[in-house]
């Protein structure tokens, strides 16, 4: 074998041994798994080192809720529920407000009238007690 045949088998083997195998290649990305890898758009919006500071540690985690813990959590329905009930019994208060207010008016009238009246019986009883002098009864 001349020189130059043998320059360039020892070219082409470096090259095969180069050259990635099947085992390798199983492990690249497929046209298909490329199309859902982040573009230069997406990574404008992912975290930087100044974000990932403020994120939550494993420690943290520890302390976090869990399913189970959250299974037993009100949920917007039934909060939504509560402050309907509230929202009616806050309606029905401010209706015996409003009735027992009237009542307290009513009554108010009532003492005015009989205020009024014992006006009247102290009148009277001067009256009574006037003749009843007059009379020789006291």
């Known amino acids: 074998m001349d020189n130059t045949t043998k320059q360039i088998l020892e070219i082409v083997t470096g090259i095969q041994e180069q050259m990635a195998t099947k085992d390798d290649i199983k492990f690249m990305a497929t046209k298909d798994d490329i199309k859902f890898m982040a573009t230069k758009d997406d990574i404008k919006f992912m975290a930087t080192k100044d974000d990932i500071k403020f994120m939550a540690t494993k420690d943290d985690i520890k302390f976090m809720a ?13 909060i939504n529920s509560v ?3 509230i929202e009616e019994m806050r309606m029905e208060f401010q209706k015996q407000i409003s009735e027992n207010t009237k009542a307290i008016v009513e009554l108010s009238e009532q003492i005015r009238n009989v205020l009024g009246y014992a006006k009247e019986i102290d ?16």
């Open 123 to 138: 009148m009277l009883m001067v009256r009574v007690s006037v003749i009843e002098k007059h009379i020789g009864i006291k």
């Open 66 to 78: 869990t399913k189970d813990d959250i299974k037993f959590m009100a949920t917007k329905d039934d």
């Open 83 to 85: 402050k309907n009930e």
